[in-house]
């Protein structure tokens, strides 16, 4: 199963959204949220919610891919989020994750015995390329037991 069918699978919202994931990597994941009108705002365009959704998608889709070998030991969670909305979305829009630093880092700090921070950048943009929202996801592994 690929992380993107893992996480339609087991995110409610994922599902509900009818979310796309396009690539996920250890270096980067990309997901598409398709332009639905049950899911526009009142400009007609894709609604803040779901976009941030499906930025916070993006970046646990790129979670899964760079920490998937250690979930056994530890558990990924979302910490803090933020977004900004740059320009209006219209259509269909594309979220791209990468991460705030390397993997072995964060690695390293959970053999330290740390629970570790990390942060994720993510872009949205619109069909045309335009930026459309910046994200910034801050997740730990949190060590089990």
Known sequence: MSIG?????????ARTLNLEFRQTTPERAV?????????????GGPHAGAMFTLGESASGAIVLAA????????????????????????GA????????RPAADVVAELDAGQ???????????RADGEVTGEMAVVWTLRPNG
Do not use: C, W
Not at 5 to 13: Q, R, Y
Not at 67 to 87: M, N, T
Not at 115 to 125: G, K, L, W, Y
């Open 31 to 43: 997901v598409a949220l398709p332009d639905q009108a049950d899911y526009h705002n009142h400009v």
């Open 93 to 100: 829009v594309t979220a791209t994750a990468t991460l705030g």
């Open 115 to 125: 629970r570790p921070e990390f942060s994720v950048s993510v872009e949205i943009r």
């Open 5 to 13: 069918e893992m996480l339609a699978a087991t995110v409610p919202m």
């Open 67 to 90: 920490f998937g070998d250690q979930l056994s030991r530890a558990v990924p969670l979302a910490v803090r989020a933020e977004i900004a909305y740059r320009k209006l979305a219209m």
